[in-house]
């Protein structure tokens, strides 16, 4: 028996999903005795992986898979999980993740659980933890399949370096193509240049207290220092001064960075839903009553036109030391 | 044009979150519940096409009799005719197998939206299920959906970083989610949908034999965060200090 992960990759690059991924795969391997697989499209270094504990790589050459369908992307993990034995299967929380994930529990017949952020608790009963109520629960669910199908939340496992001596070999599944007809991608819209939300590890966020969308740039800018991304509260978002796609909390984007800055947001209840599963959270606001100061590691009470552009400065000053 | 709509009642966004029986039941106490919110941006996308192409929109809830306000709601807001199974939705998997069994026995729906996942259990997997079960085409966190001639659809998925647009045809599954229609479409019942809706059709069937797939044994609140360290904003060197050497993130 083996653990599979399906290792997404951007332009021939192992995601750091993947990574995370093989990190939970391996510590629950070393205590089963099990091998951690992995299986992706068009991989370029795939011994990346070898050092956190995948000790065979399944990787598949194909221009046509290179593209995401879910339906063919589920075909092919399918077909390794058959031809590994395995058992378990691990997918991330991108998008493309997110879509394949129920095709995928079909063909596998598996008990499939998403939002997760523990490992089994033990190897008798299957129970893992994961995120409900948006955030503000957690469920011990207990997958009564044989086959399991895994989503792990992002961020919420870590990353940990366990080096093997793996291996990589060309994996030819028997895929039918006739879904890039049924599912014809005509355009492809990405923002470039851009570190985007999913992949942020320090998330710059900026709400109605910064008054107007003309007052952006200081957060791009202390952003750009941090080498974050943006994000906004949803007001911003509806008012147009954000694109949506910014929009972060209950209703639209669940983030979990390792730190989350939020400049002249209250803290409702919907929004901390979506954000507070990030690691270390700081709140910029003028009123000390803000209720995201309760629900914050570090918090500055103080004008957001005051305390930013200083803090950009002063950033800018550690980082060239 | 025949909608199908798949509607899940979730607790209000604003609802502080409570278990019970010694945390194997989620408490229901003062819990209002409303219209998932990823699902209405479909439901306002379903009345738009129907006002356009002409049809009939008919909304489905796997759900025990306190979710029919909800529907009554949805009713209200501007579908057609209600169906509800007759059953406690616990696993998505059992959830999925009764959707499924209804579409296979009306299997007269261009058009079947769902959002992209429930705000109560969050699964994420109920309208990919129903899809795998029937062998409906599916397309998932979709912000966009534009009907061309005949049976030909474009629909905006959104991709991590950008969005896609793919080329398909009915019928088909959709998850939707916010961009599918602008904010501000969003229907709200009015008097006279209030008082239309309770002469709409509620039919209620009975669920069919399933097994569940997955089993929660008991919940758990997100460990509180520890108490917040303060920086005075005359001394932001102390947030960078503490960013650097406690939190260890920059
Ligand atoms: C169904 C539903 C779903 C929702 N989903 C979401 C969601 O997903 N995400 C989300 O964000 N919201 C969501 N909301 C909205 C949410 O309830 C709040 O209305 C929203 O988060 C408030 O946004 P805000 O904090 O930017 O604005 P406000 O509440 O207006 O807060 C502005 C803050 O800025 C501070 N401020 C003002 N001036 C300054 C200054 N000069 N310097 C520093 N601070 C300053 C103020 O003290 C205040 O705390 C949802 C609401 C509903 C009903
Ligand atoms: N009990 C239910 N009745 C009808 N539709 C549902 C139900 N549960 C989920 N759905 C639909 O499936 C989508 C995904 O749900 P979930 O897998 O629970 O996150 C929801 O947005 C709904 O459109």
Redesign the interface.
Known sequence: MSILIYAENQNGKIAKSAKELASYAKAYADKTGQEVIAVGVEINQPEELYQYGVSKVLNVKNETLKT?N?FAHADLVTQAALQTGADLVLISD???A??M???L???LE??????VISLPEDTEQF?VK????????????????DNKLL?IAKNSFGLYESPVNGSTENFVPEVDLSVYE??????????TG?I????A??IVSGGRGLKGPENWGMVEELAEV?GAATACSKPVA?LGWRP??E?VG???KQIAP??YIAIGISGA??HL?GV?GS?????INNDPEAPF???????????AF??VP??IE??KT?KNN | MKILFLMSSVPDTTSKINFTDNNTRFDETGIQYVINPHDEFGLTKAMQIKEKHGGEIVVLNVGVAKTEPVIRKVLAIGADKAVRIDADPKDSYFTAVQIADYIKKNNDFDLIIAGKESLDYNGGMVHGLVAAMTGIKFINAVIGLELKDGKTVEVAREIDGGKEIIETSLPLIIGGQKGLVKEEELRIPNMRGIMMARKKPLEVLPAVESPVKTKIDKFEKPAAKGSIKLVDKDNLDELIDLLHNDAKVI
Do not use: C, M, W
């Open positions: 995401f879910a991108s998008n493309d997110v879509y994930g129920p095709i529990a079909a063909q598996a008990g499939y659980v998403s939002h129970t994961r995120k409900v109520f948006s955030n503000k629960g957690i469920a011990y669910t207990e997958i009564l399949t989503r049924t599912y014809k991608v005509v355009n492809v819209e990405k923002a851009k985007s939300l999913t992949d590890d320090i941090l509806d949506h796609t929009h209950q209703t639209g390792n730190l209840i919907q839903a507070n690691k270390n959270i700081v709140v100061f309760k629900a914050a590691d570090y918090g500055v009470v103080g004008d005051e305390v200083q803090l002063k950033l550690f």
